[in-house]
T-cell receptor, first 114, second 111 residues
Framework: ETGVTQSPTHLIKTRGQQVTLRCSSQSGHNTVSWYQQALGQGPQFIFQYYREEENGRGNFPPRFSGLQFPNYSSELNVNALELDDSALYLC?????????????FGEGSWLTVV | DAKTTQPPSMDCAEGRAANLPCNHSTISGNEYVYWYRQIHSQGPQYIIHGLKNNETNEMASLIITEDRKSSTLILPHATLRDTAVYYCIVRVDMDTDKLIFGTGTRLQVFP
């Protein structure tokens, strides 16, 4: 167990709706990042939060947004859902300390958009 | 794009050592090599990472060549539960936790 917990584990939404996914980072970890993994592909970096601010973003549109709370937990919000948003959404956490830090992933939230 | 090249699949007999190769010929001097694995429908599991020196932990050993252009992950005694997709990643972004996953190696451990 990595200590990174995500909820919900599975959910189904309709195209055009909005979704919020939640993540609790491992104890002591102050950095949270989110990844999207489509079926049959490797995870892709969405963005990272540190000190409650986004400080790095991958190639995802603005309808993907997030929050980080004072206890370092985080939310991923996706607006105007599209069918291609169907994927496994992964949260990862770490202690910021340079490029050699260890990054731990949660088990993910499976999102199906119909 | 990922800076690594891995074979798409490998087989290993249970109880034998599994040696998973990875090429990263364009790696820079301060870029770490990370290994993760992913069992179907689960999140990526951290295995090990290193910069220059060989590394060992309770899960595996990481052997990095002297020129750093390739590495090998060694699972000393493979079990059926080691069947997974193994990702070798060169971490290029020093300012974020961004990892660029390639296609990985699908390791099948057979009895």
């Amino acid at each position: 167990e990595t200590g990174v917990t995500q909820s919900p584990t599975h959910l189904i939404k309709t195209r055009g709706q909005q979704v919020t996914l939640r993540c609790s980072s491992q104890s002591g970890h102050n950095t949270v990042s989110w990844y999207q993994q489509a079926l049959g592909q490797g995870p892709q970096f969405i963005f990272q939060y540190y000190r409650e601010e986004e400080n790095g973003r991958g190639n995802f549109p603005p309808r993907f947004s997030g929050l980080q709370f004072p206890n370092y937990s985080s939310e991923l919000n996706v607006n105007a859902l599209e069918l291609d948003d169907s994927a496994l959404y992964l949260c990862a956490s770490s202690v910021t300390g340079g490029s050699g830090n260890t990054i731990y992933f949660g088990e993910g939230s499976w999102l199906t958009v119909v | 794009d990922a800076k690594t090249t891995q074979p798409p699949s490998m087989d290993c007999a249970e109880g034998r050592a599994a040696n998973l190769p990875c090429n990263h010929s364009t790696i820079s001097g301060n870029e770490y090599v990370y290994w993760y694995r992913q069992i179907h429908s689960q999140g990526p599991q951290y295995i090990i990472h290193g910069l220059k020196n060989n590394e060992t932990n309770e899960m595996a050993s990481l052997i990095i060549t002297e020129d750093r252009k390739s590495s090998t992950l060694i699972l000393p005694h493979a079990t059926l539960r080691d069947t997974a997709v193994y990702y070798c990643i060169v971490r290029v972004d020093m300012d974020t936790d961004k990892l660029i996953f390639g296609t990985g190696t699908r390791l099948q451990v057979f009895p």
